[in-house]
């Protein structure tokens, strides 16, 4: 039996072309699904991190702040749930404050307001003592006593 050889045919340069144009259009898809840089950086710092950071022995430390902010959530929920939230120097009202608060405060205001305006009042009695004085050194007086 003769074994018969398929005839090679020649390529030519449109087929080059074709072909090439094929390849091109491949790459482009292959391009398309591919991460960007960004992407591609993010996804090996992720995968990487915690086989570095367990070389480096921060899990201990990982789980302690993770068991840390567990706690902080039920503190800030059961602080919220009595009408308060806090930051790192400062403690507010919630929303839903305790009943009283809003008397508590109204009394501070107006006890603060009386304080402030008694301060005023010292400015208009100095006004009304200097227009009944008869020298310059008694109208002195009584501004550098408030000064």
Known sequence: MEHVQPQTQVLSDKQREAFARLIADAKKQAQAKAEDDSDLKDRIEKEL???????????ALVKKIRLLRTKLEVLEKALSKIG???????IDTAY???KGFDKAVETAVTAARKERDAEFQKFERAILRVWTVD???????IVEGLL
């Open 49 to 59: 991190a915690p086989q570095i950071a367990k070389e480096r022995g921060a899990l």
């Open 84 to 90: 308060f939230t806090c930051d790192e120097d400062s």
């Open 96 to 98: 839903d404050a305790p």
């Open 135 to 141: 020298t310059v050194a008694e109208a002195r007086e």
